[in-house]
């Protein structure tokens, strides 16, 4: 099976780097939408974790206003944006275990890197399979 791959916005791209470079000791998290256009929208969200240094937890009210402006501007849920600061962009056993949207997209953000960010993205399955979707960036 050939593995599938996605384009994003080099824009889009710089703007979800540079955010998980503005908090370079805690997670950062956050959700896209994407209309039927193709056009994307990032929609940060503050990261309310007892350990926001390893976990992220979206601040429910915030998450749900996200939620709801996605649905005004016609967009689906396209994939939950978060970042590690000190570990690889993949998803951890918690990641794995408290993804809660099935038909969304995981984008991981590693800063545990030698000056270039990396940005990662994946599909976790409901029997808690991973699948590696490969990312390429697009002129706007």
Known sequence: MAQK?????????????HYAQLSQEHE???????DSCGKFSFYPVDNVSEEPATRF?????LQLAAMKEMRNKGQEL???Y???PTSPAIPSATDIELANYPDALYLI???NTKGVLEMRCF???HD?????????MKED
């Not at 791959?5 to 780097?17: D, G, S, Y």
């Not at 808690?128 to 390429?136: D, G, H, P």
């Open 78 to 80: 396209f994939a939950v």
């Open 82 to 84: 978060h970042s590690h």
């Open 128 to 136: 808690k399979n991973i699948v590696e979707i490969v990312l390429r």
């Open 109 to 111: 953000v590693s800063l």
């Open 123 to 125: 599909k976790l399955l």
């Open 57 to 61: 937890l979206m601040a429910p009210e």
């Open 5 to 17: 791959k996605i384009e994003l916005p080099r824009k889009l791209v710089n703007e979800l780097l």
């Open 28 to 34: 950062v998290c956050g959700l896209l939408g994407k």
